[in-house]
Nanobody, 116 residues
Framework: QVQLEESGGGLVQPGGSLRLSCAAS????????LGWYRQALGQQRELVAR???????YYVSSVKGRFTISRDNAKNTLFLQMYSLRPEDTAVYSC??????????WGQGTQVTVSS
């Protein structure tokens, strides 16, 4: 069992930056897939970015060039650096680590609000 805790969310003005962290209670080095998801009010949850054990990354088109996902296996932490934030980025952001059906863990989420 791995517990995940996100931090770094908050209120930021349009054009601002935030760095989200997802701290794991155990090692993340064996997980093949780590990702950040978000869910805006009244909308379905969507994948924002993911990174594999080999370092390959994927970003949803709306955040390409603005967000960067990274992992620090030594610190058991996943990050999401967000630049040039827009009001439409407002959502609850959650992290996920996945190995297989029996090892699929989610954090509780952290609120990101982009507003002037």
């Amino acid at each position: 069992q791995v517990q995940l805790e996100e931090s770094g969310g908050g209120l930021v003005q349009p054009g601002g930056s935030l760095r989200l962290s997802c701290a794991a209670s155990g090692s993340i080095s064996n997980f093949d897939y780590l990702g950040w998801y978000r869910q805006a009010l009244g909308q379905q949850r969507e994948l924002v970015a993911r990174i594999t054990s080999s370092g390959q990354t994927y970003y949803v088109s709306s955040v390409k060039g603005r967000f960067t996902i990274s992992r620090d296996n030594a610190k058991n932490t996943l990050f999401l650096q967000m630049y040039s934030l827009r009001p439409e980025d407002t959502a609850v952001y959650s992290c996920r680590v996945f190995k297989d059906a029996g090892r699929d863990y989610w954090g509780q989420g952290t609120q990101v609000t982009v507003s002037s």
